[in-house]
């Protein structure tokens, strides 16, 4: 069994050492990895280069935004389950896609497989984030899209794509399609992955939000009133996260 990693970037070759680091270093070796850059005029090519021997694949030219980008690493890919780490983000050891694949083959192979995850601030002060069950999609995405792995048989199956419509919540939007499509699944009860905080749908969670209720509506068929009324409690949470950080990191983080 292999596991495609696939990782996009831009200009950002500080945090794109770190993911190959992490990838490099994972006792696993049934490993796909797959770089797409978008054209950047940073070192992001001379790290690459210089780190041929772990990366199967990796193209450099101008894509139309991160979907995009992740559109074509999923096309490229081979590996019987996905995952995109993207630039930046990391594993939490260096036996995670060991242990991943351990639990695969022990539960008879699932659709998707998801766990908890680890958020790093600009410091690199860790923070645990229990993931919420995938019934929580009707709320919003319950764990982090890097500690989540899709099995590829579903996703040809249904001829599945990020929606590049979509700004911000396109993963969001990938992972409620293939929840509905797929019929087993995993939780893994510790964390899969270290997130960089400070990503595009933390900076712009309103428009993010505002994604979400066309994927609440059209894909999972949510009643009108439920829908905004989540929104607005949405809304209430992240001036909570805004007003209050330290609130916020009380309820939603473990140490």
């Not at 490993?31 to 054209?39: A, N, T």
């Not at 780190?51 to 992740?70: H, L």
């Not at 074509?72 to 939490?92: Q, R, V």
């Not at 905080?197 to 428009?207: P, Y």
Request: glycine content about 4%; charged content about 25%; some cysteine.
């Amino acid at each position: 069994m292999m596991i495609s990693i696939i990782t996009v970037a831009f200009n950002d070759a500080k945090n794109l050492d770190k993911t190959i680091k992490s990838v490099a270093s994972q006792t696993c070796s049934n490993i796909e990895y797959i770089i797409i850059d978008g054209d950047s005029d940073d070192e992001s090519m001379d790290l690459i280069k210089n780190n041929k021997e772990i990366i199967t694949y990796w193209c450099s030219e101008p894509d139309q935004g991160i979907y995009d980008a992740m559109n074509k690493g999923l096309s490229i890919s081979t590996g019987e389950y996905i995952l995109f780490l993207n630039a930046g983000d990391t594993f939490p050891d260096t036996n995670t896609l060991q242990e991943v694949e351990k639990y695969i083959e022990e539960n008879d192979f699932p659709d998707f497989l998801y766990g908890d995850a680890f958020e790093t601030d600009l410091e690199s002060n860790l923070f645990l984030r229990p993931a919420r069950k995938s019934s929580h999609k009707r709320i919003g995405m319950f764990t982090h899209h890097q500690s989540m792995y899709y099995k590829r048989a579903v996703i040809e199956k249904f001829n599945m794509q990020y929606d590049t419509s979509f700004k911000i919540a396109a993963d969001y939007k990938f992972t409620c399609e293939f929840l509905e499509h797929s019929v087993s699944e995993l939780y893994i009860s510790k964390p899969l992955s270290v997130f960089l905080q400070g990503g595009l749908s933390q900076l712009q969670w309103a428009k993010s939000m505002k994604e979400q209720i066309s994927v609440k509506r059209g894909i999972l068929k949510m009643p009108f009133l439920r829908v905004y009324l989540i929104y607005f409690a949405q809304v209430g949470w992240h001036l909570l996260k805004a007003k209050t950080p330290w609130l916020y990191r009380m309820i939603r983080f473990k140490k």
